[in-house]
């Protein structure tokens, strides 16, 4: 049951990045064809406005559709408002960080001003200066690297912890989506937004974007199937050589 939480938190934690780039969308004005928790076919729907809000059959995460008629098209709109829908995600995690940091501070040294409006907000520093600084290991040592067999594996052990566990390994996980999308690599929302800024400098370099964006695709997802080979060698098989 333990895993399970953890399982159900990641992707709680999944949908709420995603729920920060359809609020970012509506901010920008981008039309929003559809917003889905879940993927596959559709059990569930309604439609408000011009979206439509879907509850689909497989319950992993979920994703925001701009209104577009191809590829292209969605690129046409203004750098900046692509780099507001880009930051949405982000800003989400983020958002839900500091929210879990001020309860974790109200559960272990009561209410107080500053546990709930001042100290998360240098806490998410320091959290984000420990993250930076290993940030090195992605590239040099990903043997070290967890995927999401690796991260249910651990995070087992917090949700057994109690409350307060649960809510370190929420703020963990928040920073991590946060920081690792902000990483200037496509198909990220960092690699998006640095095409965007690119595309200010020079229209032409927007013509990169297709093939970098597929070349990223493939290198994540090959990371992806390492991680996780490691993972069920290290936490299934318990194979650590």
């Known amino acids: 049951m333990n895993y399970l939480a953890v399982f159900i938190l990641i992707n709680l934690l999944i949908l709420a990045h995603e729920f920060g780039h359809l609020i970012a969308a509506k901010l920008s004005k981008i039309p929003i064809e559809r917003f889905s928790v879940g993927f596959g076919p559709k059990l569930w729907s309604f439609k408000k406005g011009r979206t439509e809000y879907r509850l689909s059959a497989l319950p992993i995460a979920g994703y925001v559709l701009p209104e577009v008629e191809d590829f292209d098209d969605f ?17 989400a995690n983020i958002i839900l960080s500091i929210i879990c940091l001020a309860v974790l501070n109200i559960i272990t040294t009561g209410f107080s001003f500053y546990g709930i409006f001042i100290h998360p907000f240098v806490q998410l520093i320091n959290i984000t200066f420990q993250f930076l600084s290993a940030l090195p290991a992605l590239f040099t040592s990903p043997s070290q690297l ?4 690796g991260v249910v594996a651990i995070g087992g052990q917090f949700v ?9 390994f929420a ?22 937004i640095l095409f965007c800024l690119l595309e200010k400098i020079h229209r032409s370099l927007a013509r990169l974007r297709l093939p970098v964006m597929v070349t990223g ?24 050589a």
């Open 146 to 149: 967890s995927g999401v067999v």
């Open 160 to 168: 057994a912890a109690g409350l307060s566990s649960i809510l370190q």
């Open 75 to 91: 690129f046409q709109t203004p750098p900046s408002r692509q780099i507001i829908f880009a930051l949405g995600g982000p800003a």
């Open 171 to 192: 703020i963990i996980l928040n920073i991590n989506l946060a920081l690792l999308n902000l990483l200037p690599l496509p198909p990220l929302d960092g690699g998006k």
């Open 217 to 240: 695709w493939l290198l994540i997802l090959s990371l992806i199937c390492y991680i996780t080979v490691l993972d069920v060698c290290k936490h299934i098989l318990k194979i650590y």
